[in-house]
T-cell receptor, first 118, second 111 residues
């Protein structure tokens, strides 16, 4: 059971380059999320999706784009990489919203993608 | 604007003793709270949660307490074990389902 799979695990980009972080889940979860973790800053929500074809902004969406064409996949795109986007990125999925009756709202996280922009 | 705050960056306790990790929040609309544990080079994993209609939830060695009037929650680990050494994040959610995380507290349990 793979759970949430992220690729690549590591990447170095030059300023201005673009790239896509891939995320796929095999749990048939409707909800998917992208977070970034900066040192001492916890996890910040970038974008999230409540189902195929539906996405919405989180706390720190600037500089990123997402799409959700299938239930399984939720790629995160960086169009013009900047040093401020150096971070560890985590994709996550959940069965239902936190607090929904009978559900803890637990998020299942991938192992993370470490991105450095030089 | 940090809506969920973990003011202690680190905590060190002796094996077998109690570990208490604290979390404060500012948004009274939060109605669900979760704790996650994170080991290096891994994604966070869910630990325990609590609804705002409760003041305590227990799961084995882990207990979460919620004080709504003080907008404060805490995670108690009893007894602490060396394998509990990790970064602990508290998170809060509104009806929209978006989780807002705190900065994390690094727990070290010494043998």
């Amino acid at each position: 059971n793979a759970g949430v799979t992220q690729t690549p695990k590591f990447r170095i980009l030059k300023i201005g380059q673009s790239m896509t972080l891939q995320c796929t889940q095999d749990m048939n979860h409707n909800y998917m999320y992208w977070y970034r973790q900066d040192p001492g800053m916890g996890l910040k929500l970038i974008y999230y999706s409540v189902g195929a074809g539906i996405t919405d902004k989180g706390e720190v969406p600037n500089g990123y784009n997402v799409s959700r064409s299938t239930t399984e996949d939720f790629p995160l795109r960086l169009e013009l990489a900047a040093p401020s986007q150096t971070s560890v990125y985590f994709c996550a999925s959940s069965y239902d919203l936190a607090g929904t009756t009978g559900n803890t709202g637990e998020l299942f996280f991938g192992e993370g993608s470490r991105l450095t922009v030089l | 604007d940090q809506q969920v705050k973990q003011n202690s960056p680190s905590l060190s306790v002796q094996e077998g003793r109690i570990s208490i990790l604290n979390c404060d929040y500012t948004n009274s609309m939060f109605d669900y709270f979760l704790w996650y544990k994170k080991y290096p080079a891994e994604g966070p994993t869910f630990l325990i949660s609590i609804s705002s209609i409760k003041d305590k939830n227990e799961d084995g060695r882990f207990t979460v307490f919620l004080n709504k009037s003080a907008k404060h929650l805490s995670l108690h680990i009893v007894p602490s074990q060396p394998g509990d050494s990790a970064v602990y994040f508290c998170a809060a959610s509104t009806i929209t389902g978006k989780l807002i995380f705190g900065q994390g507290t690094t727990l070290q349990v010494k043998p």
